[in-house]
């Protein structure tokens, strides 16, 4: 098959899954473009893409399952018999039905998931757990993952000759329960509005960024990885308390899982 160009297209707000999909697409032999589905002014972006197009879907992975904001605003992509790589990028513990559940709804909406994998980042609330990852390790493997995704497009004549690969996962999917984390605002917050501006749930307001939402919060933290002086967090002693036990039941190195 002779690919156009490639799309990435991606829900990042803790910045992980974006550092996996730009390692990946970085690999391939092909005039490539970013789609953040982040922000929430995204939330109803609408695009359609052709056989001619690769796509790739990277979505972080909220215990066990895609992010529902991920979910939702995936439902706006359209495909038609569009060869598509499915990321799932998840903080070391497991992805459990994510994968499964991505590819689906690819297929869904016309894609064809011929390729998919399952990457670690490190971890968005508890930050002891994948430290640094991706790292140089991480960047070796989705490289060769992407040479193996290029050769079978090159291998290929059209999308009917891509197969779709099984993934891990069982039906019906696991129930999805939040992690329970909301940030809130120190004192030191200078009312920049940076956070309500990027807060891919609209949680945080405009008029007021100290206030919060916690009934539409998601948990994703990206609040506090971008707010310029560090006034944002979680509870400290909560978060250190299950930080402890998580990292001693998931604290070995996984590594990247690719089905081609």
């Known amino acids: 098959m002779n690919i156009s160009k490639v799309t990435a ?62 979910a939702e605003r995936l439902v706006h992509m359209r495909g038609s018999r569009t060869p598509v790589v ?19 709804l690819a297929r869904q909406k016309g894609f064809v998931p011929f390729a998919a994998a399952a990457a670690v980042t490190q971890h968005s609330i508890m930050g002891r757990v994948a430290a640094g990852r991706p790292d140089g390790q991480d960047k070796e493997n989705l490289s060769f993952f992407a040479r193996r995704v290029s050769t079978k497009l090159a291998e290929a004549q059209n999308p009917q000759d891509l197969t779709v690969p099984c993934v891990p996962g069982s039906l019906p999917y696991k129930p999805y329960k939040a992690v329970g984390f909301v940030p809130f605002a120190l004192s030191s917050c200078i009312r920049c509005g ?51 036990i998580f990292v001693q039941k998931f604290g070995a190195r996984r590594e990247l899982e690719f089905f081609l």
């Open 9 to 70: 297209v991606f829900f990042s707000p803790a910045g992980g899954t974006k550092k996996v999909a730009r390692a990946f697409v970085s690999a391939l032999p092909y005039l490539a473009e970013d789609l953040d589905l982040t922000p929430f002014a995204k939330r109803l972006e609408s695009r359609s893409f052709g056989g001619d197009e690769l796509v790739v879907f990277a979505v972080p992975v909220y215990a066990g399952r895609i992010a529902p904001l991920a």
């Open 194 to 244: 940076r956070c309500a501006a990027l807060c891919p749930a609209g949680a945080i307001s405009l008029a007021d960024p100290r206030q919060t939402d916690a009934a539409r919060c998601t948990f994703c933290m990206g609040c506090v990885r971008i707010c310029p002086v560090g006034a944002r967090e979680v509870d400290k002693e909560k978060l250190h308390s299950a930080e402890a």
């Open 86 to 104: 499915c990321l799932a990028v998840y903080g070391n513990r497991a992805y459990e039905d994510a994968l499964l559940e991505l590819t689906a």
